[in-house]
């Protein structure tokens, strides 16, 4: 079972810990979530110059006053979605786990390095997350360097989603399956056409201009 997540988190430095805003997982069989942390430091969220433009948009939360952040509890999405850190890490390792007594649970991120490391955090510790949850990690970011970074594959995605973890997650989803669409493509064309797209020698940052057509910026986070 294939799950795609992205997560949205608050990064202040070494001497900090990594906080989690929020979480969005999609599975292979359809079933999502989408979770936000009721326990993150809503102040230094606001401080953080790029959380605060591009994240906070997207969390149901108010402002009473200039420089004053609080849960909107009015807020639908509140209601839904906001969630101790404990109960989020019960959610996702259930939502994890919900497969097949044969099948494997495959996690997939794109650029997942800082994702794996912040849901690691969520279950305590790295050995807490291995006691419950799958033990290595796929990245959408691998598996199209393995491919030698075909250009024009990887889908777009606009202001209005991105940086938003539920609609990443789906956009890893979406860029996971149109590479596994163009490898069996270019499979295909073997026996005689053209090639189904440009493959970029260069590698991935001979296009890192644009980072925001091919997929999330996950470099500021």
Known sequence: MKIWY????????????????????????GAELYLINAEMPLSSVMRHPFVSTNVVPFLPVKFPNPGIIEWDEDNPEYRHCVRSRDEIARQVREFCNERAADEETELWAYYGAWDHVVLSQTFGGMTDYLAVMPPAPFDVVQLWAELGYPLGVLPGQTAETQHHAFHDAVWARDAYLALKKWEQDRANDHEGG?????????????????????GPDKDQE
Do not use: Y
Request: aromatic letters at 2%.
């Open 194 to 214: 053209p090639e189904p797209a440009e493959v970029d020698a260069g590698g991935r940052h001979a296009e890192r201009g644009e980072a925001h057509e091919d």
């Open 6 to 29: 992205d997560t949205e988190f608050l990064e202040r430095g070494p001497e900090l810990p990594i906080s989690l805003i929020s979480i969005g997982m999609v599975r292979e069989d």
